[in-house]
């Protein structure tokens, strides 16, 4: 095929997706299949490693010949092959990078291993071709942060979790809540169903952990211990549905108000430091947990009311994929930023190298 277009290749099995997109240069997304393991997982309440990175390795062949299908193209033409090689869960990364070392050497293309948070954080930029610098807030299972995308490869982190990632404490509040995997989108539908909300956070005050204080950063450890000990406190027996739909609402419009308050502080210090430097000002919500509506409605009124545009991306590309990916591998291949087949697999990866650690989950950042 005959195309000026660069075309990339994007593998995705960080977690529980095995997932293979064909992105072009443009932006166009040429094929994207996401093959789920919520029924493989759902017996276990959560994620199990060892079951995800066989079933990534029973599935990847498959996609990677639907996804060339799909797009209509052969191996022959890719301009080159971008795979997650972290973080993420090592068993499953280990699969989909070395299903695309093999294919980059078998047909003699370039290389890109892709940081999964980079992928999450410039999504944007494949959507709807946003300009750096833009203030990000990155929220998934495994890791909740606030950070600057200054480019490709370069950012400053300046939030991160001290302790749990949202993500984890959506999925683990909701299994308290006796919601079924996956936990964070049954316990925001379960929310929807609450009849009375004035009603319901007075039934269930629940803390904010470091609202009003200082800088970017996030806990969510003492929500989670709040929602425990209120469902404990509840008649013995089957958990009446009403009750559990009062603290799935309560639950939400906390994390909202923690969530609003730390990028609060965040866009402040964006709007000082490079407010002279950029023309749209932009905050950009990404990661699994960016699918949530209210998280969504709460920053849409925070930046407007902070005079910045807010971004998120398709409901489809909030979860892992293989387009986000693919686009990495776009933006790196146009910068010659390729790797060798001897990069390792990395289960943690951060984004900003020279950030400060931080104590318990946030070394993660």
């Not at 094929?31 to 997982?41: F, G, R, T």
């Not at 299908?69 to 301009?79: E, G, H, I, V």
């Not at 939400?252 to 502080?265: E, L, W």
């Not at 390792?344 to 993660?364: I, M």
Request: proline share 5%; charged share 20%; hydrophobic share 40%.
């Amino acid at each position: 095929m005959d195309n000026p277009l660069k075309i990339v290749m994007g593998i995705e099995t960080s977690c529980d997706e095995t997932a293979v997109a064909i992105v072009r240069e443009d932006g166009k997304i040429l094929s994207n299949l996401v093959l789920s393991q919520i029924k493989e997982h759902k017996a276990f309440g959560g994620v199990v490693p060892e079951i995800a990175a066989r079933a990534h390795m029973d599935h990847i062949d498959t996609l990677i010949k639907g996804a060339l299908d799909d797009a209509q193209l052969t191996f022959s033409d890719l301009n080159g092959v971008a795979a997650t090689s972290g973080p993420g869960l090592i068993g499953g990364v280990m699969v989909g990078m070395m299903a695309g070392k093999a294919i980059a050497a078998s047909h003699n293309l370039p290389f890109i291993g892709v940081n999964h948070l980079e992928a999450h954080a410039l999504t944007a930029r494949l959507t709807d071709k946003i300009e750096f610098p833009y203030l990000i807030l990155l929220v998934s299972g495994g890791h909740t942060q606030i950070l600057v995308a200054e480019d490709v490869d370069q950012y400053k982190r300046w939030g991160t979790t001290i302790d749990d990632a949202l993500g984890e404490c959506f999925d683990k509040s909701a299994k308290l809540m006796g919601l079924p995997y996956p936990g964070g989108p049954n316990l925001e539908k379960m929310a929807a169903n609450c009849q009375n909300p004035t009603q319901a956070l007075e039934k269930f005050p629940l803390p904010t952990p470091l609202k009003g204080r200082e800088g970017c950063d996030f806990s969510f450890s003492g929500l989670k211990t709040a929602i425990r000990n209120h469902v404990e406190k509840l008649p013995a027996g089957d958990l009446n549905q009403d009750d559990i739909a009062d603290l799935a609402y309560a639950f939400q419009i906390t994390v909202g108000k923690v969530i609003v308050d730390r990028c609060q502080n965040a866009i402040s210090q964006f709007l000082s430091t490079y407010g002279k430097t950029t023309k749209s000002p932009t905050l950009v919500v990404c990661g699994g947990v960016a699918a949530n509506l209210h998280i969504r409605e709460v920053l849409e009124d925070l930046t407007k009311a902070s005079n910045m545009d807010f971004m998120a991306p398709p409901m489809g590309l909030c979860s892992d994929n293989g387009a986000m990916i693919a686009w990495v591998g776009i933006e790196k291949l146009k910068r010659n930023m390729l790797d060798t087949l001897d990069i390792a697999a990395r289960p943690r990866w951060p984004l900003d190298k020279g950030a400060e650690k931080r104590p318990g989950g946030g070394v993660k950042a």
